[in-house]
């Protein structure tokens, strides 16, 4: 059973940077894509980043392209959000989330299965 644990989050000025963090455990294959989400207080979850594990393809959505790099590292099993140039509204709790093969149009939340519990991130100005 695929487990996700995300760590990472904490309070910070806008303008600042930050580094989440997402261990996985339970699967031993790479045929898998992971993604990060963001829900903020009374909006709905929305989807930032997603990488697939055997080639390393990254997506992007707009509100972050440039300022959030995905990345991974398969020996350590974990997934990373690397988080620059902070805004107020990039306030939320995080989280991370997988599914089994390629991350081919895979944003919204029922195309991923696995999600791990989130980790706050509170943006001030």
């Known amino acids: 059973q695929v487990q996700l644990v995300e760590s990472g989050g904490g309070s910070l000025q806008a303008g600042g940077s930050l580094r989440l963090s997402c261990e996985v455990s339970g699967y031993t294959y790479r045929n898998y894509c992971m993604a990060w989400f963001r829900q903020a207080p009374g909006k709905e979850r929305e989807w930032l980043a997603r990488i697939y594990e055997m080639s390393g393809r990254t997506y992007y959505a707009d509100s972050v392209n440039g300022r959030f790099t995905i990345s991974q590292d398969n020996a350590k099993k974990t997934v990373y959000l690397e988080m620059s140039r902070l805004k107020t509204e990039d306030a939320g709790m995080y989280y991370c989330?997988?599914?089994?093969?390629?991350?081919?149009?895979?944003?919204?939340?029922?195309?991923?299965?696995?999600w791990g519990q989130g980790t706050q991130v509170t943006v001030s100005s």
């Open positions: 989330a997988g599914r089994w093969g390629s991350c081919q149009g895979a944003f919204r939340l029922d195309d991923f299965n696995v």
